[in-house]
């Protein structure tokens, strides 16, 4: 079983116009009925299978420019949209198709051609042009990204570094019994240890279940991002000396010693001004297409759904 501790590494992821106000009364339905079309009887017994046989709701018939979306689209997309409610899973889905739909209108409107890129569809590589031809994004200036800095200096620290020596006592994740017996050593070997910190090497030797029990259960420089998720936010807490409770993860239940801790230090403006200016442009540019979206939106003739809004299926 690994132990996800890191090891011992020694230093150790538009369109122009007037945007239109899409909102929705409180009352309102989500979807709205529209006229019902005669449909051909299915012919069952030839293969045809339904739908979904087990549900009792009817899917909802939207048109978008007389265009309608098919019922089969919308159960397909519904897996990519969990929600609290079915209600609520089948609107999210069934957006998403309307807008989808919008761009392919718009796409095949002006006659786009797009190569598509390395892990790329060409549907992907089709919206990429159309956004990248219709929406002007401006890039973020020299000014607001310094600003943003001196707005969010806590946030551009570099990683504390820390000097750490465990003892891992294991147990499977998913056993209840073993990780309540886990515990109750590893308290009993706490509690050793609270009495003669020396021993710890002896103890590591004798019960860590980690291969850096060899090293008297050291395991180097540790940085962020080194160990496991649940370990590291337990670890980079603790002050230097004996952690006074287990620490849980994954594997099972560490003793935890740190021997130095080397705190973080202030990022200069130089070091990252490339992702601040990164983050900026990103912001910007989903503005920008939400505000797109909500432009086709206003200039389309949509029927059977009241759009909440419009920046969430490209936000994702």
């Known amino acids: 079983m690994g132990c996800g501790c890191g090891g011992i590494t020694g230093g150790g992821g538009c369109g122009g116009g007037a945007r239109p106000e899409i909102e929705v009364p409180a009352e309102a339905p989500l979807f709205e009925e529209l006229p019902r079309e005669v449909e051909p009887e299915t012919d069952e017994a030839a293969g045809e299978p339904s739908l979904i046989a087990s549900s009792e709701q009817e899917w909802p018939r939207v048109r978008v420019n007389g265009l309608e979306i098919a019922a089969q689209a919308i159960a397909q997309e519904l897996q990519y949209h969990p929600a609290q409610s079915r209600d609520e899973a089948v609107y999210l889905a069934t957006q998403a198709l309307v807008l989808r739909e919008l761009l392919q209108q718009r796409i095949a409107e002006l006659g786009l051609v797009a190569r598509a890129e390395t892990g790329e569809s060409e549907e992907e590589a089709a919206i990429r042009v159309l956004i990248e031809r219709e929406v002007p994004l401006p890039l973020a200036e020299e000014e607001a990204c310094r600003t943003y800095y001196a707005g969010n200096a806590q946030r551009f620290f570099s990683a504390p570094l820390l000097a750490v020596r465990h003892i891992l006592l294991a147990c499977p994740a998913d056993d209840a019994e073993a990780r309540s017996l886990a515990r109750e050593q590893a308290l009993e070997l706490l509690g050793q240890l609270g009495q003669a910190p020396q021993r710890f090497v002896e103890l590591a030797l004798r019960h860590s279940a980690c291969p850096s ?28 000396g004996l952690c006074q409770q287990p620490l849980e993860s994954r594997y099972g239940y560490h003793l935890a010693f740190v021997d130095q801790r080397i705190e973080g230090e202030q990022l200069p403006y130089e070091a990252v001004a490339g992702a601040i200016r990164a983050e900026l442009n990103q912001r910007v540019w989903q503005i920008g297409v939400s505000q797109y979206l909500q432009n086709l939106v206003g200039a389309a003739n949509i029927e059977g759904i009241h759009l909440q809004g419009a920046e969430t299926p490209l936000m994702q």
């Open 213 to 240: 029990k060899a090293q008297g259960g050291a395991l180097g420089q540790i940085s962020k991002g080194q160990t496991v998720p649940e370990f590291e936010r337990q670890l980079f807490r603790l002050p230097v």
